[in-house]
């Protein structure tokens, strides 16, 4: 796939957080970042020492870890790959284990997800959008474990929209106060990547086309 795109393959490995699917392998969930770490070494061996022929067109080849945390981001540092976290807190213990690993602080490269909508009226956009985001959020916990009903999400997500006027922890923004937000979350960090989602958990298409139009010729050429 790299050769085929001229050098434009990036890959990501995550942990992994569902217990069922780590059954399902007869792994166990507590060796998950041992096991993500194996891998990534082995990536890096197979992809830039020359094993895996015909070899790929970028090397070093670039590898990310979905860790979070301090310990993902000490994890990180020591292999030498790039950490797919926005927490400024993190950067600097990435920066730092980076430097101690002989990988140099200047090699830091972030990127991630940030949770944003953007909308041309963000208080009508809110209000439609509280059976998505509930829907999204009970159906990753239930994959923990055992979660509130569905209802439940919806009635507790609609009662903090009501009291506080915003979505806990999911901001709905227009353009110009989304590259703000970005802009800040990103300034004076190595961020190569930043992630929105399209939709959440089958929102209307209208809002999900119009989320889309205005990342793509307002937000994002502000801020490229």
Known sequence: ADLLSNGRIEVGLGTGYAPHEFALFGSSLDRRYAQTDATLAELRRLLDGGVVTPSPVQNPFPLWAGYQGPQGATRAGKLGVGLLSLDRTNAGIYAEALEA??????????????????????????????????????????????????????????????????????PVLTPDDAITMLRSRTEGLPVEHVYLWASLAGMPDDLVERHIELVSTVVRPALV
């Open 101 to 170: 690993n002989g990988h140099g602080a200047a090699a830091a490269r972030l990127g991630g997800v940030v949770d944003l909508i953007v909308c041309d009226d963000p208080e009508a956009t809110k209000r439609r959008l509280v059976p998505h985001l509930a829907w999204q959020r009970q159906t990753y916990k239930a994959l923990r474990g055992p979660a509130e009903t569905f209802a439940e999400a919806e009635a507790a997500l609609q009662a903090k929209l009501d009291e506080r006027g915003e979505l806990p922890g999911f």
